[in-house]
């Protein structure tokens, strides 16, 4: 730890840690990055992951996560929210083998969920924006929450998932994100993410 980072940690000790949110389209792979990184950290577990979109329906968190990136550490309150979309369209659940009535609860659970996405969203210091690299990145839902956390100016780390994925397309999340850093890692196989630690000490230190 280089010496104002030092003198910054011993200044700010007692300090509320800040409390970071992982946004995103359903199925980017937010639960999975977020358990990743309390497991990496923490030795917990954040929340369930399902390749069925809308997993996540309340947002689920590991406080006082302490993260160490190259060039210094962070703790972070670590807060998973449920998958954000402009539609929720009950018929797609059906196609993940869901009768008619649990396809219609898991839909208003979904639509819950993004009113609670957006309620915290006004509560947290910063974000860690997940998107999937095997789709294409340029999607209204990432234009609007991109919008909103960089009106409240808040700290945001933009990370292309999935890169053990065949299909993944960093260079797409580039194009589309040009003004931005952005990280590739893969939440699943913890490809890259130390990386994503040292973005994450950077940003929200
Ligand atoms: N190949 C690959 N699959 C991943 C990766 N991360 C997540 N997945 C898969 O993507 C699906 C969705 O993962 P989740 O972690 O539930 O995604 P989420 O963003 O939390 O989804 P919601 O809670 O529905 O918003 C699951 O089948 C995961 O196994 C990754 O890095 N690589
Ligand atoms: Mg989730």
């Known amino acids: 730890m280089g010496i104002l980072a030092r003198l910054r940690a011993v200044l700010f000790s007692n300090q509320a840690p800040a409390t970071v949110g992982l946004y995103g389209p359903p199925?980017?792979?937010k639960t999975t990055l977020a358990n990743r990184i309390a497991a990496d950290w923490a030795d917990v577990t954040v929340g369930d992951a399902s390749d069925?979109?809308?997993e996540t329906q309340r947002a689920q968190r590991a406080d006082g996560?302490?993260?160490e990136g190259d060039d210094g550490t962070v703790t972070v309150d670590v807060v998973d929210t449920p998958g954000v979309a402009t539609e929720v369209d009950h018929a797609a659940f059906r196609e993940h083998g869901l009768?008619?009535?649990d396809a219609q609860e898991r839909a208003r659970g979904a639509t819950r969920g993004i009113g609670?996405?957006?309620?915290v969203l006004r509560e947290v210091g910063g974000v860690i924006y997940v998107?999937?690299?095997t789709i294409d990145p340029r999607a209204q839902v990432n234009d609007m929450l991109l919008g909103i956390a960089d009106d409240q100016g808040l700290p945001l780390v933009l990370v292309a998932n999935k890169i053990d994925h065949a299909d993944a397309d960093v260079e797409a999340v580039v194009d589309a994100f040009s003004d931005r850093e952005v990280v590739p890692v893969s939440g699943l196989t913890g490809e890259n993410a130390d990386a994503l630690y040292s973005a994450?000490?950077?940003?929200?230190g």
């Open 200 to 204: 994450i000490a950077e940003r929200f």
């Open 116 to 119: 609670e996405s957006m309620r």
């Open 131 to 133: 998107l999937d690299a």
């Open 52 to 54: 069925v979109p809308h």
């Open 65 to 67: 996560v302490e993260i």
């Open 99 to 101: 009768s008619e009535a």
């Open 27 to 29: 199925n980017a792979g």
